[in-house]
């Protein structure tokens, strides 16, 4: 049951705000393994940052810590100026390996956070149906996962992570095992299905191009840089001087040029 005050909170009603996420001095990892020494990172609200860097330096850690997985072995992690501690609704993780259950439909795959948020039978079909509408895949809403593409899992996966409106997605290499062809429509995708939510985003990836093509920023982990993106989520910009400059330094800090 929905009350007046409830239709009318403020929660519920306009698309949520993203989350603002920091670390000052952070060293993430095991304390026999710890990763990115003394690194700050500062991730604007509705920002997509993408992080890249050699296999190894702590990628997966930093969205690990950044979902509240992991504690910080040194520093601060904060959302919104609060510390990190554990995992989150608000935060979703979408990793590269299929994380779908396989004895759920796709359908209930998406309802399942909405679930775990509490919401409502009727609203929780209702808003699935509306995100698996969204990714293309309404005709699959009953199938088991084994019987769609690869492709198509990554994408129930996105309506999953984004039907819970969440203030910040973290994604782990989500479209690393997917081919040249459906990566590009993934991209398009992705920034097609955030219009609008606010969300902040934090996406690893080991495609420079990639990172590139989707960042406002790249945080490149190797060296610690964090550079602007001259024209993000535009593919006319490939060529220009600027982005060509970008992705030099880029694969430098990768120590692949
Ligand atoms: N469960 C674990 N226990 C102990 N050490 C770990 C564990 N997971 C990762 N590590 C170590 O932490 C370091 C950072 O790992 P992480 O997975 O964050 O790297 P990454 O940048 O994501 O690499 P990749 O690009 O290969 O995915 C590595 O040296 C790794 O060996
Ligand atoms: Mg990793």
Redesign the pocket.
């Known amino acids: 049951m929905t009350t007046p005050s409830e239709t009318l909170s403020p929660t519920t009603k306009t698309a949520p705000r993203g989350a603002h996420l920091t670390l000052s001095r952070v060293t993430l990892?095991?304390p026999?393994?710890p990763?990115l020494e003394g690194l700050d990172l500062d991730v604007a609200p509705g920002e997509i940052l993408t992080v890249v860097?050699?296999?190894?330096?702590?990628?997966?850690?930093?969205l690990?810590t950044l979902a509240g997985l992991l504690p910080a072995l040194h520093g601060a992690v904060e959302q919104d100026g609060a510390p990190i501690t554990a995992p989150r609704a608000e935060r979703a993780l979408v990793f590269q390996d299929d994380a779908l259950l396989p004895w759920r439909t796709v359908r209930a795959n998406v309802e399942l956070p909405l679930a775990i948020r509490g919401s409502s039978r009727t609203d929780r079909r209702r808003k699935a149906e509306q995100w698996l509408d969204r990714v293309g895949l309404a005709d699959r809403a009953s199938h088991l996962p084994y019987r769609i593409s690869g492709g198509q899992r990554q994408r129930v996966q996105l309506a999953r992570a984004l039907a819970a409106e969440p203030r910040a997605v973290l994604m782990?290499?989500p479209f690393g095992a997917l081919d040249a062809q459906t990566r590009a429509g993934m991209q398009q995708l992705l920034v097609d299905v955030l219009r609008g939510t606010g969300a902040t985003v934090v996406f690893?990836t080991?495609d420079v191009d990639e990172a590139i093509f989707l960042g406002d920023r790249v945080a490149l982990?190797g060296t610690g840089r964090v550079l602007e993106v001259p024209r993000p989520r535009d593919r006319e910009a490939h060529n220009d001087p600027a982005t060509v400059a970008l992705r030099r330094d880029a694969l430098e800090s990768l120590g692949t040029k």
């Open positions: 990892g095991r026999a393994a990763v860097g050699p296999s190894g330096c702590g990628k997966s850690t930093l690990r782990d290499e690893v080991h982990l």
